[in-house]
Structures are given as structure tokens and as C-alpha cells.
């Protein structure tokens, strides 16, 4: 990606996440898990590492659908 338009790419995506577009969402979370998961293992064990990266990206997802009034369901 040219990195001149990933600024304004990322703040396309985090206005899109704030609304609940969950494409984006699965775009940013296979974008940005292994980054989170290997800053985490850095200081954590690999399965807590994973573990934590899993819990906190369903909390992410809960928390925008909240935000957004929608279910987890949809």
C-alpha cells in the first residue's frame, strides 16, 4: 500500500469500525491479530499471547455492536 494514502486508508477504517461495519472489522482483525499476537508473546507466554488477542478482539466486537445497537448474532 503507497504509504501516502494509509493515513487517510486507516481513518477511513476506523470510522467504518465505529459504525459497526463488521467486513472491516474482519479486515482490520487479520490485519492486525499476528502484530498483537507478537507484541504479546514478547512479554507473555504463546498460548496466553493468543489467548488475550482472541478476548480482545471479541470485546472490541461486543463493544462496537453495542455502540453500533446491533447483536453479536447478525
Not at 64 to 74: F, L, Y
Request: with cysteine.
Amino acid at each position: 500500500m503507497d504509504t501516502a494514502t494509509r493515513p487517510e486508508t486507516e481513518r477511513s477504517q476506523i470510522n467504518n469500525l465505529k459504525q459497526g461495519d463488521s467486513a472491516v472489522y474482519h479486515i482490520a482483525m487479520r490485519q492486525y491479530s499476528p502484530g498483537m499476537s507478537a507484541v504479546s508473546r514478547f512479554y507473555l507466554d504463546h498460548s496466553v499471547a493468543n489467548a488475550l488477542c482472541r478476548i480482545d478482539a471479541r470485546v472490541s466486537e461486543a463493544r462496537s455492536a453495542t455502540q453500533s445497537g446491533k447483536s453479536n448474532d447478525e
